[in-house]
């Protein structure tokens, strides 16, 4: 059981560049998540996702896009990366509406934009 | 809007010392809580929880109870191990709104031998 795979691990970007985070899981999760990790800021939720087709904005969600057109996947794309956007990213998923709900997250995207 | 306060960090303890992390939160109705860890170089899991109030929480020595009279939910262990290093998230989710978790900023704790 895979669980949460998130791919690349580090990625180096210029300024101005696109790139897409990859999020995958295998427990048939309706909800998926994207946060941002900065120093001082703990996790800021960027865009989450209730299920295949169905996607909405979080705290941050400038300069980012996503889709889901499967329940497995949820991927992240920056459309013209700045350096603002170095942070550690975390995609997370987990049962929608379950009160005891575990988020079961990956491992993170260090992102650097240079 | 909902939010989570944690004590500033970074914490540093010695082995086997009595380690406290506070956290406070604001929120509407009755959210769920969460203590998430990470360890240095991976994702988050979570390490307890309590979904109502009075609940305790416990896993791995760590213990935490749901005070919905003081809005907090404080991270306590008797005795810490190096092992323990880590940064400590509290969280809160709503029912209705399925995993969208509010974090807290995270508390770093370091525990020498």
């Known amino acids: 059981n895979a669980g949460v795979t998130q791919t690349p691990k580090f990625q180096v970007l210029k300024t101005g560049q696109s790139m897409t985070l990859q999020c995958a899981q295998d427990?048939?999760?309706?909800?998926m998540s994207w946060y941002r990790q900065d120093p001082g800021m703990g996790l800021r939720l960027i865009h989450y996702?209730?299920?295949?087709?169905?996607?909405d904005q979080g705290e941050v969600p400038n300069g980012y896009n996503v889709s889901r057109s499967t329940t497995e996947d949820f991927p992240l794309r920056l459309l013209s990366a700045a350096p603002s956007q170095t942070s550690v990213y975390f995609c997370a998923s987990s049962l929608l509406r379950d009160r005891n709900t575990e988020a079961f997250f990956g491992q993170g995207t260090r992102l650097t934009v240079v | 809007g909902d939010s989570v306060t944690q004590m500033e960090g970074p914490v540093t303890l010695s082995e086997e010392a009595f380690l406290t992390i506070n956290c406070t939160y604001t929120?509407?109705?009755?959210?769920?809580l969460f203590w998430y860890v990470q360890y240095p170089g991976e994702g988050l899991q979570l390490l307890l929880k309590a979904t109502k109030a009075d609940d305790k929480g416990s896993n791995k020595g760590f213990e935490a109870t749901y005070r919905k009279e003081t809005t907090s939910f404080h991270l306590e262990k008797g005795s810490v191990q190096v092992s323990d290093s880590a940064v400590y998230f509290c969280a809160l989710s709503h029912y209705n709104q399925g995993g969208k978790l509010i974090f807290g900023q995270g508390t770093e704790l370091s525990v020498k031998p």
């Open positions: 427990m048939n999760h309706e909800y």
């Open positions: 996702s209730v299920g295949a087709g169905i996607t």
């Open positions: 929120a509407t109705g009755y959210p769920s």
